[in-house]
């Protein structure tokens, strides 16, 4: 069951990066800035079209999210609070809200090709992090999986970037979004929220059994809401006026994240934090067929090598991790 959850929380993940590329498209002339959908970042497209900065679109999605989670809240009733709650609030707070800052500046500096790739590694590093905040480790096989999808989904990315030969669709070698991380500030920036996310992804599992898994993200969204309200007023004021023009597509971000994460904690009360997040990251495999479909992405042949990669690794952690 923890696999549907997971694999659910991919699905409107990659949902999710569909209206924030969709949106950050209009806002900056151009489509580059989904947080995982993976594939043309929008080249040649119109002038750009003055529109809320990222700091603004991330602090109305958090405001979203928290909204309609507290909706579900409200539907199934407050849960009683344990004693770990409030110091894993305190911390995830804390750990988010500079993930979440620097998630959205990577995004609207660097191209997505180059950033996407680095959230791939969250997975691997909790191998390091839920050993030490939580005492799981994964089986020798689960381990293998999670290192499967986090290879496939590094080459799904490599896919990205537009048509071949231009521009941004130059093929730029297997080991080009490394080099970026020597180059380019937004890489640099995602690599960081990796890190981030694997240690804070940890304190969610000490949440959930502490309050709840609809409860908890709704009360971590309002926290986050709440902490970076004073720095976007003062120094965005201008642009959040702008986010009335943006109004659905936020509230689409936020309908998307509030399943996701309602999904992904139910997930996490079921199995090991590593493999929840491994399998979250089948969203790139989502994100590739959305791409197609909704956005006229090209470039699909090369990425299936990657999308069978992350599957031989699902395959490893539900069958033998």
Same mark, same amino acid.
């Given at each position: 069951?923890?696999?549907?959850?997971?694999?659910?929380?991919?699905?409107?993940?990659?949902?999710?990066?569909?209206?924030?590329? !969709?949106?950050?498209?209009?806002?900056?002339?151009?489509?580059?800035?989904?947080?995982?959908?993976?594939?043309?970042?929008?080249?040649?497209?119109?002038?750009?079209? *003055?529109? *809320?900065?990222?700091?603004?679109?991330?602090? +109305?999605?958090?405001?979203?999210?928290?909204?309609?989670?507290?909706?579900? /809240?409200?539907?199934?009733?407050?849960?009683?609070?344990?004693?770990?709650?409030?110091?894993?609030?305190? +911390?995830?707070?804390?750990?988010?809200?500079?993930?979440? /800052?620097?998630?959205?500046?990577?995004?609207? !500096?660097?191209?997505?090709?180059?950033?996407?790739?680095?959230?791939?590694?969250?997975?691997?590093?909790?191998?390091?992090?839920?050993?030490?905040?939580?005492?799981?480790?994964? &089986?020798?096989?689960?381990?293998?999986?999670?290192?499967?999808?986090?290879?496939?989904?590094? /080459?799904?990315?490599?896919?990205?970037?537009?048509?071949?030969?231009? *521009?941004?669709?130059?093929? !730029?070698?297997?080991?080009?979004? $490394?080099?970026?991380?020597? %180059?380019?500030?937004?890489?640099? &920036?995602?690599?960081?929220? =990796?890190?981030?996310?694997? /240690?804070?992804?940890?304190?969610?599992?000490?949440?959930?059994?502490?309050?709840?898994?609809?409860?908890?993200?709704? %009360?971590?969204?309002?926290? #986050?809401?709440?902490?970076? @309200?004073?720095?976007?007023?003062?120094?965005?004021?201008?642009?959040?006026? !702008?986010?009335?023009?943006?109004?659905?597509?936020?509230?689409?971000?936020?309908?998307?994240?509030?399943?996701?994460?309602?999904?992904?904690?139910?997930?996490?009360?079921?199995?090991?934090?590593?493999?929840?997040?491994?399998?979250?990251?089948?969203? @790139? #495999?989502?994100?590739?067929?959305?791409?197609?479909? $909704?956005?006229?992405?090209?470039?699909?042949?090369?990425?299936? =090598?990657?999308?069978?990669?992350?599957?031989?690794?699902?395959?490893?952690?539900?069958?033998?991790?």
């Amino acid at each position: 069951m923890w696999f549907l959850f997971a694999l659910g929380t991919a699905f409107f993940q990659a949902v999710k990066d569909v209206f924030i590329k !969709r949106s950050n498209g209009r806002s900056n002339g151009r489509a580059g800035g989904s947080a995982g959908a993976h594939g043309a970042n929008g080249a040649g497209a119109a002038a750009a079209v *003055p529109g *809320p900065s990222g700091l603004a679109l991330c602090w +109305a999605f958090t405001w979203a999210t928290s909204a309609l989670l507290w909706l579900g /809240v409200a539907a199934t009733g407050a849960p009683e609070i344990g004693p770990d709650f409030w110091p894993a609030l305190a +911390a995830s707070t804390v750990f988010n809200c500079v993930a979440l /800052v620097l998630y959205f500046q990577a995004l609207s !500096r660097s191209d997505l090709s180059l950033t996407a790739p680095m959230l791939t590694f969250t997975p691997l590093f909790m191998l390091l992090t839920s050993p030490l905040i939580l005492g799981e480790y994964p &089986r020798p096989l689960g381990l293998t999986g999670i290192v499967c999808i986090v290879a496939g989904s590094y /080459v799904l990315s490599l896919g990205a970037g537009g048509a071949p030969g231009g *521009p941004n669709g130059r093929r !730029r070698g297997l080991l080009a979004p $490394l080099r970026a991380l020597l %180059a380019d500030h937004g890489p640099r &920036r995602m690599l960081a929220v =990796a890190v981030i996310w694997s /240690v804070s992804a940890n304190f969610d599992k000490i949440g959930v059994p502490a309050s709840g898994p609809i409860f908890w993200p709704a %009360a971590l969204f309002t926290s #986050v809401g709440l902490v970076l @309200a004073p720095v976007a007023l003062l120094h965005e004021g201008a642009a959040l006026g !702008r986010l009335r023009t943006h109004g659905a597509a936020v509230l689409a971000m936020g309908a998307a994240e509030a399943v996701s994460v309602v999904l992904q904690m139910h997930a996490l009360t079921l199995a090991l934090a590593p493999y929840v997040i491994a399998v979250k990251r089948l969203s @790139a #495999v989502f994100g590739v067929a959305f791409g197609a479909l $909704l956005l006229g992405e090209r470039n699909l042949g090369r990425r299936l =090598a990657g999308a069978l990669l992350m599957v031989a690794g699902v395959a490893c952690i539900t069958l033998w991790g």
